[in-house]
C-alpha cells in the first residue's frame, strides 16, 4: 500500500455536471441514464474511493504515532543504558579508590576524643593482616619492643604505598605495603623472656577478639597461654626452663594452626601435654648444657694454645 502525502479528508468532491468532467459523464450515459444521473454516479464513486482513503491515512497516521512512540522508547532506552554504563563505570572507579585509600573514606564518629584513647595500642599492619587470616603470628608483635618497632616504623598509607595482593576467594586486593613484610626485628617466641610474653598475652587476645576470630579459638589460646604462665617450670630461676616453656608453646601453636584447615587432626590447644612439656624443657636443658661444654672445651683449647705458643717463643722456661 502506497504512502498518502496528505490527508484526503481535506479533499473537496468536485462538480461532475461542469464541463470538464463531459468526457467522465459520457461514459456513464445510456438509454436509460441521463448525463444528471451518471454525475451522480461519479460523485458516488470519489466519496466512496475518497472514504477508502480516509480509513487508510487514519491507518497511517496510527502506525506513524506507534513508530514514534517506539522510537522514543528505545532512544530513551539507550540512554538510560548508557547513564547505568557510566554510573557503573564512576562506582567502581570509586570502590577502586576507596580500597586504595580507605582511611580517606572511613565513617567517622560525631563524639569528643574518647578518654580511653592514650591507652590504645599501634600493632603491626603484617601481624594484624595475618590475624585476619587467621594464620600463625608471632607474639613479639604485642611485646612493648614489639609495639615500639611499628610506632617508630608507621608510615601513611600514601607514604608506604599500595600493592596488590590474592585474597582468600582468589580476587586482587590492595593492602598497604607494610602489612605484606614483617618487622626486620621480629624475635621469634622461643627467645621471649617470661616478662615479655606476660605482657604481650593479653593485648594479642585482644586483637584476637577485634578480628572477629570465633570464641572458642580464642577462649583455648587463652586458656593455653594461661596454664603456660600458671606452669611449674614458670617461676623457677633455671632460665632452660622458661626458655622449655618458650619453645614449647611456640611449636603448640605452631602445629595448632597448620592443623586447623584439616578437621581431624585439630585439637583444643589449652590441653596441655606434661609429657611434651618435660621432653621439651630438658632438649633445651641438653641444648644449653652442649653448648656450654663446647665454650669450656674452646676456652681450655685456646688456653692451651696459648701456653704452648708461649713456651715456643720463650724456649728456657723449658729448662726450668
Known amino acids: 500500500m502506497n504512502r498518502l502525502p496528505y490527508d484526503p479528508s481535506t479533499n473537496v468532491c468536485p462538480d461532475f455536471m461542469d464541463e470538464r468532467y463531459r468526457a467522465s459523464r459520457t461514459v456513464f450515459v445510456t438509454a436509460t441514464i441521463t448525463e444528471a444521473q451518471a454525475a451522480v454516479n461519479l460523485r458516488a464513486i470519489w466519496e466512496t474511493t475518497n472514504d477508502a482513503l480516509c480509513a487508510q491515512w487514519q491507518l497511517q497516521?496510527?502506525?506513524?504515532?506507534?513508530?514514534?512512540?517506539?522510537?522514543k522508547r528505545l532512544a530513551e532506552e539507550e540512554e538510560e543504558c548508557q547513564v547505568q554504563a557510566v554510573r557503573l563505570e564512576e562506582e567502581t572507579a570509586l570502590a577502586e579508590e576507596k580500597k586504595k585509600n580507605r582511611s580517606k573514606y572511613l565513617v567517622l564518629p560525631e563524639r569528643p576524643r574518647p578518654t580511653a584513647a592514650e591507652d590504645e595500642i599501634l600493632v603491626s599492619d603484617f601481624a594484624m593482616r595475618k590475624l585476619d587470616k587467621g594464620l600463625y603470628?608471632?607474639?613479639?608483635?604485642?611485646?612493648?619492643?614489639?609495639?615500639?618497632?611499628?610506632?617508630?616504623?608507621?608510615?601513611?598509607?600514601?607514604?608506604?604505598?599500595?600493592?596488590p595482593t590474592t585474597g582468600e576467594d582468589g580476587s586482587t586486593v590492595w593492602v598497604s605495603a607494610a602489612a605484606t613484610r614483617p618487622?626486620?626485628?621480629?624475635?621469634?617466641?622461643?627467645?621471649?623472656?617470661?616478662?615479655?610474653?606476660?605482657?604481650?598475652?593479653?593485648?594479642?587476645?585482644?586483637?584476637?577478639?577485634?578480628?572477629?576470630?570465633?570464641?572458642?579459638?580464642?577462649?583455648?589460646?587463652?586458656?593455653?597461654?594461661?596454664?603456660i604462665m600458671i606452669h611449674r617450670h614458670w617461676n623457677l630461676r633455671d632460665k632452660s626452663a622458661h626458655k622449655g616453656l618458650m619453645l614449647f608453646q611456640e611449636e603448640q601453636r605452631r602445629a595448632w594452626h597448620n592443623a586447623i584447615p584439616i578437621p581431624a587432626n585439630a585439637w583444643d590447644i589449652s590441653i596441655i601435654n606434661e609429657t611434651v612439656v618435660t621432653r621439651t624443657?630438658?632438649?633445651?636443658?641438653?641444648?644449653?648444657?652442649?653448648?656450654?661444654?663446647?665454650s669450656n672445651d674452646f676456652k681450655v683449647c685456646s688456653t692451651s694454645l696459648t701456653l704452648h705458643r708461649y713456651l715456643l717463643t720463650n724456649p728456657f722456661l723449658l729448662r726450668l
Open 137 to 163: 603470628v608471632e607474639i613479639y608483635y604485642w611485646t612493648n619492643d614489639g609495639l615500639d618497632d611499628a610506632l617508630t616504623n608507621y608510615r601513611t598509607k600514601d607514604d608506604d604505598g599500595m600493592v
Open 281 to 294: 624443657v630438658d632438649r633445651v636443658y641438653r641444648d644449653d648444657r652442649n653448648k656450654q661444654d663446647l
Open 61 to 71: 497516521v496510527a502506525e506513524d504515532e506507534r513508530l514514534r512512540t517506539e522510537q
Open 183 to 227: 618487622s626486620t626485628g621480629v624475635v621469634p617466641d622461643r627467645n621471649l623472656t617470661t616478662v615479655d610474653f606476660a605482657q604481650a598475652v593479653p593485648r594479642m587476645i585482644n586483637s584476637l577478639e577485634e578480628k572477629g576470630w570465633p570464641k572458642q579459638r580464642v577462649l583455648m589460646l587463652a586458656r593455653f597461654w594461661g596454664a
